[in-house]
């Protein structure tokens, strides 16, 4: 592994203006980290790694590098079209330097901020919050951490071990408070969180509302949509022979765990032709490789039990794709799963006063990051819709800037503690073990 990501740093060319910095959403300073690693420098390699991007052991391994950092080397005007692969450097580096980071916390400031939702936005709040002094507690409506990148990416491209060794080294460390299986909205809202003494809050909830087609047998046994799919794909029986309706990354993510699962033969449908595949390139190379095949122009009118009715689509002049009537095919399958797009839940919203949407039912708010409501900041998914876990990252960041100006523009709060005087209780339960003497 190590000569072989040597083998890839000795590659790099040292640009003095670098286009694979410029091409990464966070502007990864990815000449020095190679120049840190060449000279036996990993350790602070290592240290700028996570100092720009504290999810850079995710990012590494589920960063659409071809289209970001390694699409915009400079290697690929040679006529070897050969990329410096600085994905495989940085999973080599960060997961290396991670695995020595066991410094406490920073010493606190006095204010709690809380953070709602522990996808990557969330987590990359909470971590450079803390580091900026503020007590955090997020508040995650699953059992365990991540969001989309545990329950919305496959355990085979996002170990789960990595998003467990982030909450080790990152946030129990780092004395930053999880409270699961906690959805605010629901019994707990965001005037409790105020009411409880936190000086702003930052919503960081992804999108877990899948979107319907509204077509015909969406409600069938044998169907699923695909962000529930990818949380507990175990969970669903749709047999040997699965269509998914859809060529995004997460329809990509679907095809390839149902291979996982045991699906002799998986097919992706799509509305319009092969131009429309919004996954990366590499997802679908890989999804072809493992036996996926694709179905374009094809328009699902209904759903049933065997299968799949498609109406074909033609393209216009004007671009548009449109159906044509009488051209209706049944497809044979065993399971269908749709996997169309996601929305945000509003459960969150209706039970807060003050924060706007708009009609994509996303947070409106300010370039960085205010919502119309004081101490409310949010990022990420629930603003921009679903896109990449760097993109969350990146904005995160500035809405980090953003949190600690607010909050230090606050007045002090001299309020003092009614009870500060009141008896203290002796609470001590028995020992029952010594009583039994064992």
Not at 118 to 137: C, E, F, K, N, Q
Not at 341 to 358: C, K, M, R, V, Y
Not at 418 to 430: D, E, F, H, L
Request: with cysteine.
């Amino acid at each position: 592994m190590a000569l072989h990501v040597m083998d890839e740093a000795n590659r790099c060319l040292g640009c003095k203006k670098p286009s694979c910095q410029e091409g990464c959403p966070i502007h990864t300073n990815i000449p020095e980290v190679i120049r840190l690693l060449k000279s036996g420098n990993l350790n602070d390699a290592g240290r700028m790694l996570f100092e720009n991007n504290p999810l850079t052991t995710v990012c590494s391994l589920v960063c659409n590098h071809e289209k970001q950092c390694e699409g915009h080397c400079i290697r690929n005007r040679m006529p070897s079209r050969d990329p410096v692969h600085f994905s495989i450097i940085e999973d080599y580096i960060s997961t290396t330097y991670a695995n020595q980071m066991v410094a406490g916390p920073t010493p606190r400031n006095g204010m709690k901020a809380a953070v709602v939702g522990s996808g990557p936005a969330g987590l990359t709040i909470a971590v450079l919050l803390a580091r900026m002094g503020y007590d955090i507690t997020i508040f995650e409506a699953q059992d365990k951490i991540g969001g989309v990148m545990r329950y919305g990416i496959p355990n085979y491209r996002l170990p789960d071990s990595v998003l467990d060794d982030f909450q080790y080294r990152h946030l129990e460390l780092k004395n930053i408070k999880v409270r699961p299986n906690t959805a605010i909205g629901r019994t707990l809202t965001i005037d409790d969180l105020f009411r409880d003494g936190y000086k702003s809050v930052f919503i960081g909830a992804g999108l877990w509302k899948a979107n319907a087609m509204h077509i015909k047998g969406e409600a069938l046994g044998n169907v699923a949509f695909g962000i529930d799919y990818l949380a507990n794909s175990k969970g669903f029986k749709l047999g040997d022979n699965i269509a998914v309706i859809g060529v995004g990354n997460s329809a990509m993510d679907c095809a390839r765990t149902a291979i996982r699962n045991g699906a002799r033969h998986v097919t992706c449908y799509a509305r319009r032709d092969e131009s429309c595949i919004s996954a990366s390139a590499y997802e679908v190379s890989y999804a072809k490789l493992e036996g996926v095949s694709f179905q374009f122009c094809k328009a699902p009118v209904e759903i049933r039990e065997n299968g799949l009715i498609c109406r074909d689509t033609v393209k216009g002049e004007d671009g548009k794709f449109t159906q044509v009537e009488g051209s209706e095919t049944f497809y044979p399958h065993t399971g269908v799963i749709v996997s169309v797009s996601q929305g945000s839940e509003n459960a969150l919203i209706e039970t807060t006063t003050g924060i706007d949407t708009n009609q994509r039912g996303l947070l409106t708010v300010s370039p960085d990051g205010h919502t119309t409501r004081p101490g409310v900041f949010a990022g990420g998914d629930a603003v921009k819709g679903a896109r990449t876990v760097v993109e969350a990252v990146a904005m995160a960041k500035e809405v980090a800037v953003a949190m600690d100006q607010y909050m230090k523009s606050l007045p002090a709060d001299n309020a003092p503690d009614p009870y500060a005087s009141i008896p203290v209780a002796n609470t001590a339960a028995p020992d029952a073990l010594a009583e039994q003497q064992i």
